[in-house]
Each structure stands twice: as structure tokens, then as C-alpha cells.
Nanobody, 113 residues
């Protein structure tokens, strides 16, 4: 059974930092394209960062995505958070061109003073 479990969300003050973790079980993250998505209230879910099985990265804005193969985890980081970063952040794993795709349950990040 595949599970992706996000952690690290919560209430952050504007200007603060974000570091989210996604722990995977049932898959090997280095064999998948791993991604972080976010969904703000009333908006669609958008891809913000991804890392392929070969280590290629694609990032929107000032996010940083990284992968720890030994721990079978991926991470998302960003500094200088703004209220517009408030959203539910989701971890995603997929093998491109196949039906293999999995989602985590999401973690809420709220940027507010």
C-alpha cells in the first residue's frame, strides 16, 4: 500500500520560513517524479515544484525542492512567506505516462500575523 504523509505545516508569520516533508512508503521516491502542489481556498490545485527520477528539478517562484533517497523523503522549502502562500500543500508521486499516481492527504500552511 502506497502512502505519502506530509508534515511541517501550521501557522507561520509573514516573512517566516516553510519546510515541509513528505515521507513515502510503498514506493521508492527516486523511481518516481515527485511533486509538491498547493491549493488555496476557492482555487485549483497547482504544481509548484517537482523532481524527476533522474534528479531534474522544476520550480515555480522561490521554492526549493529536495529529495533524500536514504530516508525515502522529499522536502519543500521557502523563505519570506507571504499571506498568498496560504494553502493546503500536497505531496504527489507519479510515473509519467502511466496510471501510477499517488497523493498525500495534504498539510495546511497559513501565513498570517
Amino acid at each position: 500500500q502506497v502512502q505519502l504523509v506530509e508534515s511541517g505545516g501550521g501557522l507561520v508569520q509573514p516573512g517566516g520560513s516553510l519546510r515541509l516533508s513528505c515521507a513515502a512508503s510503498g514506493i521508492v521516491v527516486s523511481a518516481y517524479t515527485m511533486g509538491w502542489y498547493r491549493q488555496a481556498p476557492g482555487k485549483q490545485r497547482d504544481l509548484i515544484a517537482s523532481i524527476t527520477n533522474t534528479g531534474g528539478k522544476s520550480v515555480k517562484g522561490r521554492f526549493t525542492i529536495s529529495r533524500d533517497n536514504a530516508k525515502n523523503m522529499i522536502y519543500l522549502e521557502k523563505n519570506s512567506l507571504e499571506p498568498e502562500d496560504t494553502a493546503v500543500y500536497y505531496c504527489n508521486a507519479k510515473i509519467l505516462g502511466t496510471e501510477y499516481e499517488y497523493w498525500g492527504q495534504g498539510t495546511q500552511v497559513t501565513v498570517s500575523s
